[in-house]
């Protein structure tokens, strides 16, 4: 990360409160010690000796990273890893501080530059959640991995097309197979010889729903991605679709999440 400017006092303070809330006091102590940030406030409450710890780090080396660096190892996603609504809630009031600093903690558990709300209902639209922007869906963690800056940026056309591309390349990274589109699908949910399969390939019934789910994935490369990419922006009229077309990929993904790798490999 660059180095970052100090970050306002108010901005130190409401991220001192938003972890002072969320994590126990043994938590704090082990990211501090981890961090290397010592805590000799005195002070027993556990977003007070967040907020001295922070603003003395930024005193000393005028500078935001280890705040950030401190964000980043408390929110780090593995942490969640059984709660990721729980960590999309958490990141969303998180953002909502930074987007006013012009930064962004993506759904990576990264944080990045960003151009700066200036006010403070602009930061909250700009980071509504998924499921606030598409009324209640649940949007699969490996959707947001790939598009949260766009979504943020209400930018539905690149939030699809980036989306339906982390699709393939998940579907890469679990294979192995560096190949793309139907060529990729082919080969990776095969009948004779495949490399991943959604069930035990065992019945009739079995063997249909691997075809479908191959059929689908396929339906989604030539109905979604291969369109976007290759239609101008402004003659795209997806944001009313854009919902059906995340939801789709998420449902791509959950499905994926429970596929296992055949002796085929």
């Known amino acids: 990360m660059s180095n970052v400017p100090p970050l306002t006092e108010g901005a130190i303070e409401a991220i001192a409160k938003l972890i002072g809330d969320n994590a126990t006091g043994s938590d704090i102590d082990r990211v501090l010690a981890d961090r290397g940030l010592v805590d000799d406030s005195g002070l027993s409450t556990k977003w007070k000796r967040l907020h001295s710890v922070f603003l003395r780090s930024q005193k000393t080396y005028h500078s935001a990273n280890q705040v950030l660096d401190f964000v980043q190892a408390y929110f780090t996603p593995a942490r969640f890893v059984r709660r990721p609504l729980e960590f999309e809630t958490l990141r969303q009031e998180l953002n909502t501080i930074l987007v006013l600093c012009g930064l962004e903690f993506g759904a990576d558990g990264q944080v990045r530059e960003l151009e700066s709300a200036r006010t403070l209902d602009e930061a909250q639209r700009r980071v509504r959640t998924i499921r606030a922007k598409f009324q209640g869906r649940a949007i699969h963690p490996e959707v947001l991995k790939y ?28 294979s192995g197979v560096q190949s793309d589109g139907v060529a990729l699908i082919d080969r990776v949910f095969s009948i004779d010889r495949p490399l991943l399969a959604i069930n035990a390939l065992r019945t009739e019934t079995e063997i249909t729903q691997h075809k479908g789910f191959a059929a689908l994935l396929k339906g989604c490369f030539a109905a979604v991605r291969n369109p976007l990419a290759h239609e101008p922006k402004i003659l795209w009229d997806g944001e009313d679709d854009a919902a059906d077309y995340l939801s789709l990929v998420s449902l791509l993904h959950r499905k994926l999440d429970n596929a296992v790798r055949t002796p085929f490999n």
């Open 147 to 174: 598009c949260s800056a766009e979504l943020m940026q209400d930018n539905y056309f690149h939030a699809v097309f980036e989306a339906t591309k982390g699709l393939a390349q998940r579907i890469r990274d679990m």
